[in-house]
């Protein structure tokens, strides 16, 4: 692929790019084109948005940056929370990060944009040298971001973005509510004569067929054998169905695993369900 950081910095006369956008079209700039955002139609379907860095390299006067995603006629699914937007942080997206987008309508689309957090702790875009080059590889796009601090340096943050359909959740038979609150129950009850394995194993079928307390029980049992991938699993699906417990429990064993952004990320997410009026953030 030819290289595009010829154009990552320079010294120019020109006014900023922030001052010459005058709707979504890209500007020229050195040659290049350049982006105030990046915005796409997804119509009616739901749609999985996938956010993966490749670099982030914060100059002086940045102390973070992310990508702001904004949903027009949808939003953002987060903790069974509908968002209209989601700010993104570097941290969450080093290991890639996957944002599920539900449309209320045919029409609906997402857009992206660079975001940063400056000096006094402000989350800042659309100010300064703010941009995007876009490039296309064979599985998603690629955006080359830089801030509104200092010289244009498309080389700050690059970002693989990329969607799909998200596929539909499984529909359970249609007698599983009849008895998986049995299931649970004998769970607890064999939990409670001290045979945790078959505690383990009615929870886990109840679990299958969409009972979130014998997933958060099931977890923490795990967690207890020393099984953590297996306890992550069960905790995420509670914790992603409004568990504040799972929640918890995920955020510590995801600190456990050594992905420690993640945990932060869930428990932020707890701290919106015990404080539903803070801006959502992924950091």
Aim: aromatic content about 8%.
């Amino acid at each position: 692929m030819t290289s595009l950081y010829q154009y990552a910095v320079w010294e120019t006369t020109e006014p900023p790019p922030v001052l010459r956008y005058d709707s979504a079209e890209p500007l020229t700039w050195n040659g290049a084109k350049v982006y105030p955002l990046h915005s796409q139609r997804i119509g009616g379907s739901p749609t999985t948005v996938t956010l993966r860095m490749r670099t982030a390299q914060p100059r002086r006067g940045v102390r973070a940056l992310g990508m702001g995603l904004a949903v027009e006629g949808g939003h953002v699914l987060l903790n069974d929370r509908k968002l209209s937007g989601v700010d993104v942080w570097s941290d969450v997206m080093s290991g890639g990060i996957e944002l599920r987008i539900c449309p209320t309508g045919s029409d609906a689309a997402i857009t992206l944009t660079p975001v940063w957090v400056d000096d006094f702790g402000d989350v800042v875009s659309w100010s300064g040298n703010y941009g995007m080059l876009i490039t296309r590889e064979r599985s998603c796009l690629v955006l080359h971001c830089s801030t509104g601090v200092g010289p244009p340096d498309f080389t700050e943050l690059v970002v693989e973005f990329a969607t799909a359909p998200t596929p539909p959740d499984p529909i359970p038979p249609a007698d599983a509510g009849l008895y998986t609150a049995a299931l649970y129950d004998l769970g607890v009850a064999m939990q409670q004569r001290g045979d945790g394995r078959q505690a383990c194993q009615l929870w886990r079928q109840a679990a299958d067929l969409g009972h979130f307390a014998a997933a958060y029980d099931l977890a923490v049992m795990l967690l207890r054998l020393g099984q953590l991938a297996e306890a992550e699993y069960w905790w995420r699906i509670a914790a992603e169905h409004g568990d504040t417990r799972a929640m918890a429990g995920l955020a510590e064993v995801l600190e456990r695993r050594g992905n420690p952004a993640e945990a932060a990320l869930w428990r932020d997410a707890l701290a919106v369900e015990a404080y539903p009026q803070r801006v959502p953030t992924l950091e």
